[in-house]
């Protein structure tokens, strides 16, 4: 079956650095669009980042741009969103998410993934 397991999140200070890992099974991760997103506490989710299948260009939301870096080790068929310059505003529960109905990343709510992990919580706080 499908799984993916997030890892990596915790308490980092404002200005810090987080490697949130997604370890997947049952799928390979390069066949399929492939998301983070975020969730802050009494927020609507939102994607922070994405991975088209078909040309694996990246997008980003517009508050993490330059910020968080979307990646993959094909060796541990593992995705990762790596943060830096972490800001108390991104404080939220992370999940990642895959796709396969489709080949690019969404647009805005343009459809919804078909897999999605536990989630992982990062607090930025000093």
């Known amino acids: 079956q499908v799984r993916l397991v997030e890892s990596g999140g915790g308490l980092v200070q404002p200005g810090g650095s987080l490697r949130l890992s997604c370890a997947a099974s049952?799928?390979?991760?390069?066949?399929?669009?492939r998301g983070w997103f975020g969730q802050a506490p009494g927020k609507e989710r939102e994607a922070v980042a994405c991975?088209?299948?078909?040309?694996?260009?990246?997008s980003y939301a517009d508050s993490v741009k330059g910020r968080f870096t979307i990646s993959r080790d094909n060796t541990n068929n593992t995705m990762y969103l790596i943060m830096n310059s972490l800001k108390s505003e991104d404080t939220a529960v992370y999940y990642c998410?895959?796709?396969?109905?489709?080949?690019?990343?969404?647009?805005?709510?343009?459809?919804?993934?078909?897999?999605w992990g536990q989630g992982t919580q990062v607090t930025v706080s000093s």
């Open positions: 998410a895959t796709e396969s109905d489709h080949i690019h990343c969404p647009r805005g709510r343009e459809f919804e993934f078909r897999y």
């Open positions: 049952g799928l390979t991760l390069d066949y399929y669009v």
């Open positions: 991975v088209s299948s078909s040309d694996r260009s990246t």
